[in-house]
């Protein structure tokens, strides 16, 4: 088997973006490209929970629309409590929410403990999987976000999804087919900013 290409791969991980616009709403995402996508997402590593995750793909467009409304009052709800301006970005994506093609629920079977090990654990078992279904969705050209603020309506989702007790919800994907979009590395701190060497604060350089 050959060796991947580093730089290709190192490129798809640090450029894969929230897309909230420029998005093809009236295409619908291939059942071959949505499988593809979850069979990578499910070669994630694992601990506590095992093969837990579920994935839930909505396209019902009444259940979506319900989904969307829930979007829209807890976007609309932290603006106000938290005296932000929401970005243009979120704002066209809750517009249009109930339009996009398909949204892809995360779940995972068990529910957390109430220790900090047990929860690093049980998410740590879930969480690597959605993040190499985004990936996957990038490299396949389907924009989408990390959106986890459905958790907070945990109950209605469950009731609008028929999500049965004990199933736990982690993040929703938005996801659409992308018109355009240009995706490249954000603008973040550099490696040097953030490692710290053998101790807390010690930002010097490594020296063994």
Sequence with gaps: MENPDKNDIEFVLSSTRSVRKKLDYSRSISEEDLIACINAAVQAPTGIIGENWRFLILTDKKRKSDIAKLYRQILLEISKTRGIA?????????DRLHE????IFVLAIGEPGDSVSEQVGFYGSILPAAWSMMVAMR?????TTWTSLLTSKSAEIAKILDIPEGVTQTVMFPAAYTLGAVL????RKPAEDVIFWNTWDNLNSRSD
């Design 86 to 94: 929401l970005k243009s970005s979120h704002l066209v994506l809750m």
């Design 100 to 103: 996009i093609p398909c949204m």
């Design 139 to 143: 490299a396949r050209g389907i924009g």
């Design 184 to 187: 490249r590395p954000a603008n």
